[in-house]
């Protein structure tokens, strides 16, 4: 449903990414890991239409209101109440106020926040507010959700569950998901494919991991799936050498 | 827990001590009444301004200029500080007359205003008006300019336009921010109506005072700035109450 095709990306002379490809097929899990700095979050935004692509190109059959997006320092209205906040992209749409106030309190339900509509963000801790703002793009009904480290502020068993509620969601929606994500272990258990990103500047796509364990996933009991220990020591082994190789080459 | 609590029988004590000394020291003939006139001579010289009448059009003088100076300052320093905002031509041409605006002390336009628009209320909502203008004209400007980027990205990639940017993001910030100065620009606006008055003037508290200076009226004059400060803290109270409810997601 969207293909990422030789994409070379630029903010000066040289070029922070150069000739980089990733496919997502319709309802799949896809990461993005790499060092940082290696250009994943600038890959994000260029397949947002934020930043214009010094060659390549992105493509894709989806409409705009069909794609959706989470960042990591996403911020909701503070003025505005939970409910409200989740309505604001249906009434962009051409909902009617009522019809965007019901269907906000049903996600809002779903991501188990049912009873805290009314309240303003201030009033919700850090994973209730990560949770509205999922909800927030979720009530578009998107077929595809473009992830930059969503849940990397909150704190380890709130983004477990966050997360597992997210994939939960994707599954039974079947959402294609592209998730920016810095850990790897998190990138295995939920993904259909990895891609790693090599060091940058001029980072390349250097790996493409197809991840076999099955769905429906339960985050927990995928760590303990045999298959899960080589992936990840094979990612890390990839991922350190990148890394390696960025510091020599700074030397 | 007990030292906060009483705070407030504590200053009301020393308040009634100073008082009482006050008036001790006026009733010993220690206080030149030329200059000092006890507290009771005060009081007294305010309960004559209201037992008469002759207070109301003098209130409604000052109270109408101060006010519409209010209101006019904050709806146009609110139109050019977004349209300076938005419009960066308009930038160029607004920011320095504010600058310049800003660098006098506002009130020695008064007399100027006086030759302009006669001693009648006009002047006085003009300098009121100037005097808040400018302070929202800049309140609202640089907080335009210093909006949460990321709230305009959220809207934008949700699906919303411009009118979602004005209505979601700009005017809910603009809000704020007036509320934030709108004590301030309270006090601005009674500077400039009482000043200008002051200057020249048939009616108002203003002319009071300057009618109370010119007979060496000094219990009188207390009298007029005891009244000042308690409307203008009745005000406070008012946009205080005003603030919460409109900020009350803060
Ligand atoms: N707006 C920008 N202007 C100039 N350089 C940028 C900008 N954004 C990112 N970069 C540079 O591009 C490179 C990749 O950044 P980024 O895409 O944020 O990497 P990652 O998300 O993988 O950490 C970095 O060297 C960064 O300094
Ligand atoms: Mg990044």
Redesign the interface.
Known sequence: MLRVADLSLSYGQVPVLEGASLDIDDGQFVSLVGPSGSGKSSLLRAVMGLQKPLAGSVTTELAKRDIGILFQDDALLPWRTARENVALGLGFHGSNRRRAADHADSWLTQLGLSGLGDRYPRQLSGGQRKRVALAQVLALKPRLLLMDEPFASLDAIVRARVTQDLVDLAERERIGVLLVTHDLEEAISLSDVVYLLSQGPRARMSQRYDIPLSRPRKLIATRSDPRFAPLLERLWDDLSREVDRGAAEAA | MERRKYVWLRQFIAFAIIIGLWEAAGRAKLLNPLYAPSPSRIVGALIDLFAGGTIWPHLEATFGAALGGLALGIVVGTVLGIAAALAPFLAELLEPVMIMLNAVPRVVLAPLFVIWLGIGIASKVALSFVLVAVLIFFTVFTGILQV?R??I???T?????RT?LLR??YL?SIV?WIMGNLKVAVGFAFTGAVVGEFVAASRGLGYLLSFAQSTYNSALMLALVLLIMVFVLVIFALAGRLERHLL???
């Open positions: 949460d990321r709230l990205e959220r809207i990639t949700l699906g919303g336009g979602a979601h993001v809910p704020a009350r997601w803060r």
